[in-house]
């Protein structure tokens, strides 16, 4: 299992960034795909999943409305679109990969990737 994050970056209040999830060694038939979050100092934060064949979606209410998870499976790739970026939003993003058992606590997720950066300016 292998997943690689990418687009992070800077970005200023209000604005957006897509985030990228290029994973392999396994299919979402069997696994959900989630992000996280962690800012300093702060414990690691469920942000959206997307789960098995059918693709159903789950959000934090942090983000619910904001943020929207998406997957090309012909890429094997899932993406996390953030709109209306804050400075709250500031952490190291990852994405992990595990069996979906119906929470985004990440001690259910035990594949991660490296994490990528983003940073909100106020």
């Known amino acids: 299992v292998q997943l690689v994050e990418s687009g992070g970056g800077l970005v200023q209040a209000g604005g957006s960034l897509r985030l990228s999830c290029a994973h392999s060694g396994f299919t979402l038939d069997d696994y959900a795909i989630g992000w996280f979050r962690q800012a300093p100092g702060k414990e690691r934060e469920g942000v959206s999943c997307?789960?098995?064949?059918?693709?159903?979606?789950y959000y934090a209410d942090f983000v619910k409305g904001r943020f929207i998870i998406s997957r090309d499976n012909a890429k094997n790739t899932v993406y996390l679109h953030m709109n209306s970026l804050t400075p709250e939003d500031t952490a190291v993003y990852y994405c992990?990969?595990?069996?979906?058992?119906?929470?985004?606590?990440?001690?259910?997720?035990?594949?991660w990737g490296q994490g990528t950066q983003v940073t909100v300016s106020s």
């Open positions: 997307i789960t098995d064949s059918v693709g159903n979606t």
């Open positions: 992990a990969a595990g069996v979906w058992v119906g929470t985004m606590n990440y001690r259910h997720f035990g594949s």
